[in-house]
């Protein structure tokens, strides 16, 4: 079983920053992508940004330049820096990742509980 716990979220003024968390734990055996979600209140989950394992990186349109995703494989880790936010980036913000675990050849694909990230003045 893999757990990813996100952390890193609250409320910030707009224009502010803010770095995201999400730490993989568990019967990891790689993480082959890592991504992160948004779900704001009344709208469906869209996809922010994309790491591979080869440090590939994706970024919805409306994040781009604003946001940057990294990881740290040594610590199983992964990263969102939020910068210039905005109060359209109120949401909930999620990790998301797929993992090869030291259980089973499969690939298998977890989320964790979420952190709220709040853009207000």
């Known amino acids: 079983q893999v757990q990813l716990v996100e952390s890193g979220g609250g409320l910030v003024q707009p224009g502010g920053s803010l770095r995201l968390s999400c730490a993989a734990s568990?019967?990891?055996?790689?993480?082959?992508?890592s991504d992160w979600y948004r779900q704001a209140p009344g709208q469906q989950r869209e996809l922010v940004a994309r790491i591979s394992s080869a440090n590939t990186t994706t970024y919805a349109d409306s994040v781009k330049g604003r946001f940057t995703i990294s990881r740290d494989n040594a610590k199983n880790t992964v990263y969102l820096q939020i910068n210039s936010l905005k109060p359209e980036d109120t949401a909930v913000y999620y990790c998301?990742?797929?993992?090869?675990?030291?259980?089973?050849?499969?690939?298998?694909?977890?989320w964790g509980q979420g952190t709220q990230v709040t853009v207000s003045s």
């Open positions: 568990g019967s990891i055996r790689s993480i082959r992508v």
């Open positions: 998301h990742a797929v993992v090869a675990t030291t259980a089973a050849a499969n690939l298998y694909s977890y």
